[in-house]
């Protein structure tokens, strides 16, 4: 049963390079009656799919949800507020792209209940951040990280990209240097890929984006993961690292294969063991609630086959890896049962390991996740 909530703000101000998320430029867009549909879909979902347990998670995507102006920002998140049960305890994070929140606004996040914050940095030189077309200046990101801390919201998270076009070694290194230097506890680091639907994309098939060689990409993460870990940050994720008690319980409810509710345009869900996505673009998204209807656009029930899938594949990408035992409680299947080549196939090529109750990726592994992924597809059902 869900207990996470995601809600997607699909507007931008500046359309970076590389992204594929469902977005629109703000500009000249029906803001204010999105919000309002979005609540009505917050409401409608909840009639029809209700809580059985406390929302301990929610996460404000986008887009950029602090392109919307403070009132109709704090109406959509006290919409949340009004519309679900939170735990006490809540885990409540918004994006911030930097130099997109003033105070007031930050003020507000904090004053409504946001106790988390994740700004994509995505590199902190001034060359790169033209080249992926950020609007943001590198001193952004403290200016950023210093408001949010003086309006009370303290958890504050990193987004970083490598692996950008023309990118050195260098570049990179004095990126994570300048990003020690701040007072955040979580950094979430990518590697660009290639979306279809994106101005790289475009590039790249006219063969005008100069990727980088595999070898230095791989040398970037070798270099991320130990310059982070010498300064305090642990993995848990291949591309998440954490300080002591700073993990993001939203993204662990996604990698321990858990429910969530969806809400907005193009957003997915799981629900009651359904898969659902959204309809993205604005006005099917918009027709369908103004006609009382739930805006799906697609919905896939969920077979054991495809949920013991996804258990390995999203939970391998933790660093701790699978627990055997959780596995077998779930499914009622041991995994060398499910899988019987293949784990022992993995753990001679020295791609995975097995720790105590833990199946988890080795170092070569993590370098190699999706070929390693894509091992546990199961064609039929045993």
Not at 105 to 121: D, E, T
Not at 150 to 159: K, R
Not at 178 to 194: I, M
Not at 231 to 236: A, E, G, P
Request: hydrophobic letters at 35%; aromatic letters at 10%; a negative charge.
């Amino acid at each position: 049963m869900p207990s996470s909530l995601y809600v997607h703000v699909p507007f931008c101000e500046q359309i970076c390079h590389y992204c594929d998320f469902n977005k629109f430029f703000l500009k000249n867009q029906p803001v204010e009656e999105y919000v309002d549909l979005a609540i009505q879909e917050m409401q409608m979902t909840v009639e029809k799919y209700p809580q059985k347990h406390a929302i301990r998670t929610i996460y404000v995507g986008g887009g950029t949800p602090t392109s919307l102006d403070t009132p109709t920002l704090e109406k959509l998140l006290k919409g949340i507020k009004s519309t679900f049960t939170l735990h006490d305890e809540v885990e409540w994070t918004v994006e911030v792209n930097p130099g997109s929140a003033d105070q007031e606004k930050l003020n507000m996040l904090k004053a409504v209940g946001v106790n988390r914050l994740s700004i994509g940095a995505q590199t902190f030189d001034p060359m790169l951040l033209q080249t992926i077309n950020r609007d943001h200046k590198p001193t952004d990101v403290g200016e950023t990280v210093q408001m949010s801390i003086q309006a009370g919201i303290t958890n504050l998270s990193v987004d970083l990209m490598f692996g950008l076009p023309n990118q050195t070694m260098e570049q990179w290194k004095d990126t994570l240097s300048k990003l020690v230097e701040l007072p955040v506890a979580h950094v979430s680091a990518y590697s660009l890929k290639v979306e279809p639907k994106t101005v790289f994309y475009q590039l790249w098939q006219k063969g005008r984006l100069p990727l980088l060689p595999q070898e230095l990409e791989a040398d970037m993460y070798d270099y991320l993961k130990e310059f982070l870990g010498k300064n305090h940050f642990s993995q848990y994720e291949i591309s998440n690292f954490a300080k002591t008690g700073k993990e993001s319980i939203h993204n662990l409810t996604y990698w321990d294969n858990n429910e969530y509710y969806g809400i907005g345009a193009g957003a997915h869900s799981y629900v009651y063991g359904i898969r659902r996505m959204n309809h993205g673009p604005l006005p099917k998204y918009m027709k369908a609630l103004k006609a009382s209807e739930l805006p799906y656009l697609d919905e896939h029930p969920v077979s054991q086959v495809e949920r013991m899938e996804e258990q390995m594949f999203m939970g391998l990408r933790k660093r701790k890896g699978i627990s055997v035992t959780e596995f077998k409680k779930r499914f009622n299947k041991d995994v060398e049962d499910v899988f019987p080549t293949v784990v022992s196939s993995l753990r001679e090529k020295g791609l995975l390991d097995l720790d105590g109750d833990y199946l988890l990726l080795t170092e070569k592994g993590m370098l190699l996740g999706n070929e390693v992924f894509e091992q546990f597809l199961l064609t039929e059902e045993d």
